[in-house]
C-alpha cells in the first residue's frame, strides 16, 4: 500500500497571501495524484488530478505541482471560502489511498 | 444536474448490518466507475470499495474485505455497499463518489454521505 504523507498538518494564512502544502508518496505514483477541498460540513470536491490539471469549473487560483512522489497545492490570493481541509490522493495503484489531509485556516 | 444521493446509513449494533444505497442522476451511470470512501468523526478520508461499470470487477481495503460487499444495478442507476460484522471503528460517513474515467482517474463527483453508527 502506498502511504500518503502531508505537510503541514495546520496552515493559518492572512487574507491575500499565498499558502503551499505539500503532498509525498512513500512510492511513485508518476502524476496520478489528486487534491480535494472539504469545506466543513461538506463533501470532498476534485481541485486538481494529473497532479497540475484543474478539474472544471476549479479557479485558477488553485495551482499544481509535482510528479513521482513529491508533490504541491498552492492557493494564491487566500479568501475565507479557501477555510477547508486539503487532502491528496494517489491514484496509480490499489488501494487508492488519501493523506491525512492539511487543514487551512484563514488568520 | 450530475448527482449522487446516498442513503440507508443509522445506527446498527456491533456484529450487525446495514445496507447502503446510491442514487444516480444526470449522467450514463453504467459507463462509469464508481467507489464508496469512508470518513470517520474527526478524521480523514479513506477509500473503502470499487466496482467497474459494466462487468462488476470490484476492490476492496484491507479493512473491509471479505466483511463488506459493493454491488450495482445499471438499471436502477444505483449503486450498493452491504456491510455485515460492523464494528465500532466501522462508524463513518460514507460517500458514494464517481471515478472521472476508465484507467487511473480521481473521484470527480460524490455524494453529501450518510452517517453510520456502530454502538451498543
Known amino acids: 500500500e502506498i502511504v500518503m504523507t502531508q505537510s503541514p498538518a495546520t496552515l493559518s494564512v492572512f487574507p491575500g497571501e499565498r499558502a503551499t502544502l505539500s503532498c509525498w508518496a512513500s512510492?511513485?505514483?508518476?502524476?496520478?495524484l489528486a487534491w480535494y477541498q472539504q469545506r466543513p460540513g461538506q463533501a470532498p470536491r476534485l481541485l486538481i488530478y494529473?497532479?497540475?490539471t484543474r478539474a472544471p469549473g476549479i479557479p485558477a487560483k488553485f495551482s499544481g505541482g509535482g510528479s513521482g512522489t513529491e508533490f504541491t497545492l498552492t492557493i494564491s490570493s487566500l479568501q475565507s471560502e479557501d477555510l477547508a481541509i486539503y487532502y491528496c490522493?494517489?491514484?496509480?495503484?490499489?488501494?487508492?489511498?488519501f493523506g491525512p489531509g492539511t487543514k487551512v485556516d484563514v488568520k | 444536474e450530475v448527482q449522487l444521493v446516498e442513503s440507508g446509513g443509522g445506527l446498527v449494533q456491533p456484529g450487525g448490518s446495514l445496507r447502503l444505497s446510491c442514487a444516480a442522476s444526470?449522467?450514463?451511470?453504467?459507463?462509469?466507475?464508481m467507489n464508496w470512501v469512508r470518513q470517520a468523526p474527526g478524521r480523514g478520508l479513506e477509500w473503502i470499495s470499487y466496482?467497474?461499470?459494466?462487468?462488476?470487477?470490484?476492490h476492496y481495503a484491507d479493512s473491509v474485505k471479505g466483511r463488506f460487499t459493493i454491488s450495482r444495478d445499471n438499471a436502477k442507476t444505483s449503486l450498493y455497499l452491504q456491510m455485515s460484522s460492523l464494528r465500532a471503528e466501522d462508524t463513518a460517513v460514507y460517500y458514494c463518489?464517481?471515478?472521472?474515467?476508465?484507467?487511473?482517474?480521481?473521484?470527480?463527483?460524490w455524494g453529501q454521505g450518510t452517517m453510520v453508527t456502530v454502538s451498543s
Open positions: 463518489a464517481r471515478k472521472y474515467s476508465y484507467g487511473l482517474s480521481p473521484l470527480d463527483v
Open positions: 444526470g449522467f450514463a451511470f453504467s459507463s462509469y466507475e
Open positions: 466496482i467497474s461499470g459494466r462487468d462488476s470487477t470490484t
Open positions: 512510492q511513485i505514483v508518476s502524476s496520478n
Open positions: 494529473g497532479a497540475s
Open positions: 490522493q494517489q491514484y496509480n495503484s490499489w488501494p487508492f489511498t
